[in-house]
């Protein structure tokens, strides 16, 4: 089975979780939670032995798996992408204060059915490729959990750099658009203020030549 190990939790506290083997992931994962920097949203993966720990936070909740390190990556990170959404779904904004496991005897089998279904299913693997690549193309660097916990070391939040350059990007084209209308706007006023230049000076001379500002040899 690829994926052996689930939860769901706001900060360090767990709302509900699966384990499909008899592992320490639980602890790992309690571990993982409670050293993860910050509130910002996240998808990052640990590395500990031959299985990787797959993490993605969004709004403040965090859904956690423990895969096979053949599993890769597409499929942890797909499963954690529909256990988040029907997570949110089915309890709403009861996420945000509920107390730890109130979620765990009704939503820990439908951890069980995803797990198996992203695990065994090749249907799963079909979709999820195309899912993949169209807005999941992500570079997911792994940090060494070993290294965290037998030496106490601080763990490394290894950030998804795909999409900073994406914010980034966004952006820049807000404010090359901002540019755009700012300069269009000062082209508008220039223009005006030239047409309203340019149609004193012909009534000044208009005036001039018709001997008065009323044009009193001009208009009979």
Same mark, same amino acid.
């Given at each position: 089975?690829?994926?052996?190990?689930?939860?769901?939790?706001?900060?360090?506290?767990?709302?509900?979780?699966?384990?499909?083997?008899?592992?320490?992931?639980?602890?790992?994962?309690?571990?993982?939670?409670?050293?993860?920097?910050?509130?910002?949203?996240?998808?990052?993966?640990?590395?500990?032995?031959?299985?990787?720990?797959?993490?993605?936070?969004?709004?403040?909740?965090?859904?956690?798996?423990?895969?096979?390190?053949?599993?890769?990556?597409?499929?942890?990170?797909?499963?954690?992408?529909?256990?988040?959404?029907?997570?949110?779904?089915?309890?709403?904004?009861?996420?945000?204060?509920?107390?730890?496991?109130?979620?765990?005897?009704?939503?820990?089998?439908?951890?069980?059915?995803?797990?198996?279904?992203?695990?065994?299913?090749?249907?799963?693997?079909?979709?999820? /490729?195309?899912?993949?690549?169209?807005?999941?193309? @992500? #570079? +997911?660097?792994?940090?060494?959990?070993?290294? !965290? =916990?037998?030496?106490?070391?601080?763990?490394?939040?290894?950030?998804?750099?795909?999409?900073?350059?994406?914010?980034?990007?966004?952006?820049?084209?807000?404010?090359? /658009?901002?540019?755009?209308?700012?300069?269009?706007? @000062? #082209? +508008?006023?220039?223009?005006?203020?030239?047409? !309203? =230049?340019?149609?004193?000076?012909?009534?000044?001379?208009?005036?001039?030549?018709?001997?008065?500002?009323?044009?009193?040899?001009?208009?009979?």
């Amino acid at each position: 089975m690829a994926i052996l190990y689930a939860l769901v939790a706001r900060g360090s506290v767990v709302l509900a979780e699966f384990s499909a083997a008899p592992t320490n992931a639980s602890n790992i994962a309690r571990q993982i939670l409670e050293k993860i920097p910050g509130n910002n949203d996240s998808h990052v993966s640990y590395s500990q032995d031959r299985y990787i720990f797959h993490v993605k936070r969004t709004d403040g909740l965090t859904v956690l798996c423990m895969a096979d390190d053949s599993a890769g990556r597409r499929i942890p990170f797909a499963f954690l992408e529909d256990i988040h959404g029907r997570f949110v779904k089915t309890y709403g904004r009861g996420v945000h204060t509920a107390l730890a496991y109130a979620m765990n005897e009704e939503f820990s089998r439908v951890l069980s059915q995803q797990m198996d279904y992203y695990s065994n299913d090749p249907n799963a693997d079909r979709i999820n /490729r195309m899912k993949g690549e169209m807005n999941q193309v @992500r #570079n +997911v660097m792994i940090e060494n959990i070993d290294k !965290v =916990l037998e030496r106490g070391d601080r763990l490394e939040l290894l950030v998804d750099k795909t999409t900073t350059m994406q914010g980034n990007t966004f952006r820049f084209r807000k404010q090359a /658009r901002r540019f755009k209308n700012a300069a269009w706007w @000062r #082209n +508008v006023k220039l223009m005006v203020a030239l047409i !309203v =230049l340019l149609l004193i000076v012909i009534y000044v001379v208009v005036a001039f030549a018709c001997h008065g500002i009323t044009l009193p040899s001009c208009i009979r």
